[in-house]
Every structure is written in C-alpha cells, then in structure tokens.
C-alpha cells in the first residue's frame, strides 16, 4: 500500500468527524462518514494497516492495535446513532471519539520522539516532516 494512500485513510476519518459535528443538519456528512469508515475498515482488515511498530514492547503492542479498534468502533457507533438515532447522543460520543483520536496521537508523538520508530513518517506529510 501507498503512503500516500495510507495518509489518506488516516486522515479522512477525523476531517469528516469534524464535519460531521459541524454541520448536524445535513445528513451528506454522517453518510459521509459512514461510507470512510466502511473503507477504512476493509482496507485495515485486508492489508493490516494497524500493525505496531518493531520499538513497541510488551504490553503497548495490544495497546496499538486495540486503540485502533476501539476509535473504528466508536466511531462506527456515533455514526449509527446519529443516522438511526439520536443526533445529540451521537455527537457527544464523535466528541468523545475525537478526544480519544487526540490523545492516540499524543501516544504517537510519544512514538516518534521517544522510542525513534518513525511512526509519524506513516502518517504526515513530508512537507510536513522537513523530508
């Protein structure tokens, strides 16, 4: 797979989140949202985007993969309920879903500085890098 593309997929999800709690009254960004995260879930399950890095040890490996899992899952669920449900409800968990998306890139910041595996070459920019 494409770094390009992995970017792409690791990144789309949290930009349509955010339009999704900005704009509530249009139904095209939760649909939206729906359909990246189908994408991001098929592309995940089938080319094993949420492998930890060589430098995760012991118990931050399963932390790696699971922290993937839970903000797909929420993610999912939020969308559900704001589509089938109650739209206030599910806001208050895609908020809760972008606190948790906030604080997985603070563990990789912490990756990338700390334990030196580049883990943000996989997910930034070059430009953004200095690359």
């Known amino acids: 797979m ?9 990144w789309s999800v949290p930009l349509v989140a955010i339009g999704t709690l900005a704009r509530p009254d249009q139904t095209v960004w939760p649909i939206l949202l729906a359909a990246t995260l189908v994408v991001w879930i098929a592309i995940t399950g089938l080319a094993g985007l949420n492998r930890p890095g ?5 118990w931050l490996r399963p932390l790696h993969r699971y922290s993937h899992m839970g903000l797909l899952a929420l993610s999912a669920a939020a969308t559900g309920v704001i589509l089938f449900g109650d ?5 208050r968990v895609l908020l809760a879903v972008l606190g948790f998306g906030a604080l997985h890139g603070i563990f990789n910041l912490w990756r990338h500085s700390v334990l030196g595996d580049g883990a943000l070459r996989n997910m ?5 890098l200095g690359e």
Do not use: C, E, N, V
């Open 54 to 58: 060589p430098a995760l040890k012991g």
């Open 124 to 128: 930034l920019p070059k430009a953004i």
């Open 87 to 91: 739209a206030q409800f599910g806001r």
């Open 2 to 10: 494409t770094r390009s593309l992995k970017m792409l997929i690791h």
